[in-house]
């Protein structure tokens, strides 16, 4: 059978613009740091995958006065733990939804018997509370797998937690379709070899997605038409992605 592998941030909701970057100025502010991380900033650190990663890139780059400060690997660790609280909590909060026919989408592949899958960076705990705050505890037996945080050695753009899903599942790559919305998840994906769509945002927007199937601004609604950025496989007609498409995409 095939199967649909979705990443999580960007991707099935805008958590980096609306959710991380604001739980990370939080975090700052509770330590009395007089960092602040703007949306265009931000924007620029999202080239590094992880939270903490970002956290020394930002170290390194961008304080001035960073040699100075005792144990960063300690600093890190603490903002990085209150960051995830502030995010869970305007997660708890139900402040960020799903994108536009996500939700849809994935109800509709579940209920046909499509395969689902999470492959992300992000930590388990914040995958699963963003989860069942949209879809309720039913979100459990969407998916076969939910792949996240610390599970692989190397993180997106390597293709490790594409491989370790796909070994878990015992799927070859071409029998399934990758959901990303980046180009870094895209590389992570095509170097696992799995054909990929992609639902850009509003920090992946100019990004070079040639190597995707295509390239939508959201999967789009009935009353939400989605708007088709690039196709690299057929003509698409249709108003919003739904799974006709998707299986179309993976005959192709």
Do not use: C
Not at 241 to 250: E, G, R, T
């Amino acid at each position: 059978m095939s199967a649909f592998i979705f990443d999580v941030d960007g991707t099935l909701a805008e958590t980096e613009r609306y959710g991380h970057r604001v739980a990370f100025n939080r975090a700052f502010a509770d330590a009395g740091l007089n960092w602040y991380w703007s949306e265009s900033l931000y924007g620029k650190l999202l080239s590094i995958s992880g939270g903490k990663e970002r956290l020394h890139h930002f170290l390194t780059h961008y304080v001035s006065n960073s040699e100075s400060i005792a144990n960063q690997e300690q600093l890190v660790k603490q903002l990085h733990a209150a960051k995830r609280h502030h995010y869970h909590y305007i997660l708890h909060n139900g402040e960020i939804g799903l994108r536009p026919g996500v939700k849809r989408f994935l109800k509709e592949a579940y209920q046909t018997g499509m395969r689902l899958a999470i492959a992300t960076t992000s930590s388990l705990e914040s995958v699963n509370l963003l989860l069942a705050t949209n879809l309720g505890e039913a979100y459990q037996s969407y998916f076969e797998i939910i792949a996240a945080g610390d599970i692989v050695p190397q993180k997106k753009p390597a293709p490790d937690i594409y491989q370790y899903v796909l070994d878990k599942m015992a799927l070859s790559p071409q029998a399934a379709l990758a959901f990303e919305d980046s180009q870094q998840g895209l590389k992570a994906a095509t170097m696992a070899k799995i054909k990929t769509v992609i639902t850009v945002n509003h920090y992946t927007l100019d990004q070079d997605f040639s190597d995707a199937v295509l390239v939508l601004d959201h999967l789009g609604e009935p009353d939400d038409r989605a708007f088709t950025i690039y196709n690299a496989a057929f003509s698409v007609h249709q108003s919003y992605f739904d799974l006709n498409l998707a299986k179309q995409l993976l005959q192709h």
